[in-house]
């Protein structure tokens, strides 16, 4: 059983960045994608960004060109730096992880972390 823990969210102000961490328990071999969602509340969780085991990136369009997500495998962590942050990017932010390929359903992850909330202020 993956087991995932955040840090790194907190209140800043609009414009502002924060750097999101991830760490995974163990290395999860083979194909799989890990990924990070968010959930305002009122709102359905949705996918911000993606990294699939190749390295390849997929980012939801409200976050393209500010946000970057990555991976350090020998540390099993990993992470969301988050530039240019808008008070519509308050959330908490949730680490999830799968085997096999990504998807933007919150529902096909197996693996989920407590969440780590960010709040931006304008």
């Known amino acids: 059983q993956v087991q995932l823990v955040e840090s790194g969210g907190g209140s800043v102000q609009a414009g502002g960045s924060l750097r999101l961490s991830c760490a995974a328990s163990?290395?999860?071999?083979?194909?799989?994608?890990m990924g990070w969602f968010r959930q305002a509340p009122g709102k359905e969780r949705e996918g911000v960004a993606t990294?699939?085991?190749?390295?390849?990136?997929n980012y939801a369009d409200s976050v393209k060109g500010r946000f970057t997500i990555s991976k350090d495998n020998a540390k099993n962590t990993l992470y969301l730096q988050m530039n240019r942050l808008k008070p519509d990017d308050t959330a908490m932010y949730y680490c999830?992880?799968?085997?096999?390929?990504?998807?933007?359903?919150?529902?096909?992850?197996?693996?989920w972390g407590q969440g780590t909330q960010v709040t931006v202020s304008s």
């Open positions: 999830a992880a799968k085997r096999w390929s990504c998807g933007w359903s919150s529902r096909i992850y197996n693996y």
């Open positions: 990294i699939y085991s190749t390295g390849s990136t």
């Open positions: 163990e290395y999860i071999a083979g194909s799989n994608c």
